[in-house]
């Protein structure tokens, strides 16, 4: 079992320390794990109203301290990721200062509509002020710059809009099969990622309707719980297993120094 997508106190919003992870990733059987915490927003040029990530100074110590716990924890195999904000045209113009990191992989989120944190609990009433339809039209045309930018391995939590449950009286497949055609295009990797089961939403990103087509278009997929303390590695990753196998799924992407690696579900 695997879970790619764990972040750690650093980013002011997580508790807990690497170690503690890795011990519950241990306790619960899984056999990878990759840490993707939050990349410095500063370093985007983006100054949000609470902090949301490490600070540019604390990156360095981020890369060293997991480096150096994959090579003690040989038991369990260690990934080195970041989760980069997407903000279109910010991110391409600053795109130097993750691209040059020694990662395994890159997430690419969208959690910022303009200045607005649309993920942010504080900042949820900002929705009823919105046209939802407009809402998520603007949302998913986010996305698919976010796909074509060519800067990330992974698109974190693709649906993320729906968090707090605002959902729009429209049938979504058209921008769903659009955005699983800009995954295929563009040679990304989508997230299964089970926060949504934790969110207001309680439903995880994607859709189930959404995985249909990006299985439909051979988009390949990996896994992540979006652990934000301890006990949350590997939520409910055996749910998640079970839907993409449902669906048809029958390998997971890893990834080693930005270049995926397929592994079979079969017998697992
Ligand atoms: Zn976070
Ligand atoms: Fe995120
Ligand atoms: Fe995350
Ligand atoms: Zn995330």
Redesign the pocket.
């Known amino acids: 079992m695997i879970d790619y ?1 764990i ?1 750690t106190a650093r980013c002011h919003h997580a508790t807990g320390t690497p170690q503690e992870y890795i011990a519950e990733a241990r306790l619960k059987g899984l056999t990878e794990i990759g840490f ?1 915490d ?1 990349f410095p927003l500063d370093l985007l040029n983006i100054i949000p109203s609470s902090p949301v990530s490490m600070s540019a100074e604390e990156l360095t110590a981020y890369l060293e301290e997991i480096r150096e716990l994959a090579e003690k924890n040989k038991d369990i195999t260690i990934r080195l990721g970041l ?1 980069v904000d997407y903000i279109p045209g910010r991110t391409e113009e600053t795109a130097d200062s993750f691209l040059s990191l020694p990662v395994d992989y890159l ?1 690419g ?1 969208l959690h910022f509509l303009g200045s607005w944190d649309f993920t942010h609990p504080a900042e949820k009433s900002t929705y009823l002020e919105k046209d939802l339809h407009e809402l998520y039209e603007n949302y998913f045309a986010d996305m698919g710059k976010l796909c074509r930018s060519g800067l990330f391995d992974i698109v ?2 693709i649906d993320v809009i729906k968090k707090f449950g605002f959902l729009p009286q429209i049938h979504l497949d058209q921008l769903w099969l659009k955005t699983a055609k800009e995954l295929k295009e563009n040679d990304l990797c989508l997230e299964i990622n089970t ?1 949504g089961l934790r969110a207001p939403v309680k439903e995880m990103y994607p859709a189930p309707g959404f995985l249909q087509y990006c299985f439909q278009e051979n988009v390949p997929v990996a896994v ?1 719980s ?1 652990a ?1 303390s301890p006990q949350e590695v590997g939520y409910k990753i055996d749910d998640a297993i079970a839907l993409l196998r449902k669906v048809g799924y029958r390998e997971v992407a890893t990834f080693i120094g930005r270049k995926r690696q397929m592994i079979s579900l079969e017998g697992g």
């Open positions: 997508h972040h993707a939050h989760e997430i989120s974190g939590h926060a992540g979006d934000h």
